[in-house]
């Protein structure tokens, strides 16, 4: 039963009421077998001569860079459970071990150790296709788009984004001297069929299909065909950001994207940020075989290496097994804290949001009002003790939908459910 479950939710079934479970006719046969090695050599050949450097102007935003540990702040993991001891621990003993070498200049890729880690993590948890040859280590997701982009995008490319979607990623895109190409989001994730209708000029997507950010979706097994088959009839890139995949709640996590892909089309980065900690500024990047001298190149053009002690701890963090058993107390912690979230708006709120999705990550998404003015809300709320984020500010054109975003990760059940009700008490007032 939890195998169907499961299918079900990723779309590779569909159930019809009376009379049975079928397999999704947008799963298409032949692309659920490996391509022959001959065409995945011939789609690499053609996009290496594609691949251009660029390092693009950088424009200051406007927000606020003040990120304090609140209910609802979006984007924290629980710090309050850090592992403090164990950490601790362990850095000191690198600091003591280290030796004269590890002092110096070292690989760009980063710490083989770190990255054979990462890429034995990957291909268990997240069914990725990589070895650690194809791992670069870089300070987080951000820097993985910066570097992505610097590597496979000249300046006016048009390159196509989830709308509504991350402002991280458009600020990097938009870094590298990208026209960012807004396409909707459904239920299902990015609307393939409309990102077609954009033109064939698109050189790159950005898609976060684990957990669209900010909406919540899956993206569906169809749409992930569909996305793939676009990329390699288009010789487009994806850019997977795959930053909160580690805590599902109603399901199993879903499998990368990358891990479905034959043609070589796929950039996929994630980051310690959520599972980890934010300062700990440490990510990673699996780029295909092909890619991998131009990546490096940029990697080193960028800042030379990602600073070494972090990721020496990291890596017998990982080794030692501590990661997979902090992820387990993670997710428990995560689905109470969320939970409480979930009572909370059901007894302050129940009126005044509608919860949008709450399957996985570290916010809840609720709609409001469409004549309610979230900037305005998330403003009146900053002034209470709370933060929340204006889902309006997701967006890149007009259309915006008006919603919140409810980090639950950095906050005791209590104090998120104290939360809920200064919500109901802001979204009463008189704006
Ligand atoms: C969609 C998305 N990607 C990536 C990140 C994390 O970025 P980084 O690894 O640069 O800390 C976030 C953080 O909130 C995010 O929401």
């Known amino acids: 039963m939890s195998a169907y479950d499961q299918l079900l939710h990723e779309g590779y079934l569909v159930g019809r009421i009376g009379s049975g479970t079928f397999v999704s006719e947008g799963v298409p046969d032949d692309l659920l077998h490996p391509a022959p090695a001959n065409v995945r050599m011939r789609s690499a050949r053609r996009s290496n001569g594609a691949v251009r450097r660029h390092v693009g102007a950088n424009r200051p935003g406007a927000a606020s860079w003040s990120f304090p540990v609140v209910p609802f702040q979006g984007g924290l993991p629980a710090l ?16 003591r071990a280290e030796t004269l070498e590890q002092l110096a200049y070292v690989d760009p890729a980063g710490l083989r150790a770190l990255r054979i880690a ?26 993985a788009l910066r570097l992505a982009g610097a590597t496979l995008l000249a ?43 954009r033109g064939p000029d698109i050189r790159a997507v950005y898609v976060t299909p684990s957990h669209q950010y900010p909406l919540g979706a899956t993206m569906s097994a169809t749409r992930r065909f569909a996305l793939l088959d676009w990329a390699a009839r288009n ?3 994806i850019l997977e950001d795959d930053y909160d995949s580690e805590f599902r709640y109603i399901s199993r996590p ?72 902090h992820l387990r107390r993670m997710r428990s912690a995560y689905l109470e804290r969320r939970d409480a979230v979930l009572r909370g708006l059901a007894l302050h ?32 709320l900053g002034r209470r003790g709370v933060a929340a984020l204006a889902l309006s500010n997701a967006y890149v054109g007009p259309g915006r939908r008006q919603g919140l975003l409810l980090g639950f990760g950095c906050a005791e059940p209590q104090r998120l459910l104290d939360a809920t009700r200064i919500l109901g008490d802001v979204l009463r007032e008189p704006a």
Request: hydrophobic share 50%; with cysteine.
């Open 118 to 143: 990462i890429a034995e993590h990957l291909r268990a948890s997240r069914a990725v296709r990589c070895t650690a040859d194809q791992v670069l280590i870089v300070p987080g997701s951000q820097a």
């Open 349 to 380: 709120c129940a009126d005044l949001v509608r919860v949008h999705n709450s399957d996985a990550g570290l916010h809840v998404t609720v709609m409001l009002r469409n004549d309610a003015d979230d900037r305005g809300v998330a403003e009146r």
């Open 80 to 95: 309050d459970l850090f592992p403090f001891a164990v950490w601790a621990k362990l850095i000191a003993r690198q600091v």
């Open 155 to 197: 300046p006016n490319d048009r390159v196509a984004i989830e709308e509504p979607g991350y402002f991280g990623a458009h600020r990097a895109l938009r870094a590298a001297g990208a026209q960012l190409v807004p396409v909707p989001v459904d239920a299902e994730g990015l609307d393939v069929a409309a990102l077609q209708r």
């Open 235 to 237: 010789d487009a890139w």
């Open 254 to 325: 879903v499998s990368a994207l990358q891990g479905m892909d034959v043609h070589d089309r796929v950039i996929y980065m994630g980051t310690f940020s959520k599972a980890f900690f934010p300062a700990l500024r440490l990510g990673y990047i699996v780029v295909p075989a092909t890619l991998w001298s131009g990546f490096l190149e940029s990697r080193f053009a960028f800042d030379l290496f990602t600073p070494t002690l972090y990721q020496r701890a990291l890596a017998e963090y990982l080794k030692e097994g501590h990661f997979a058993r």
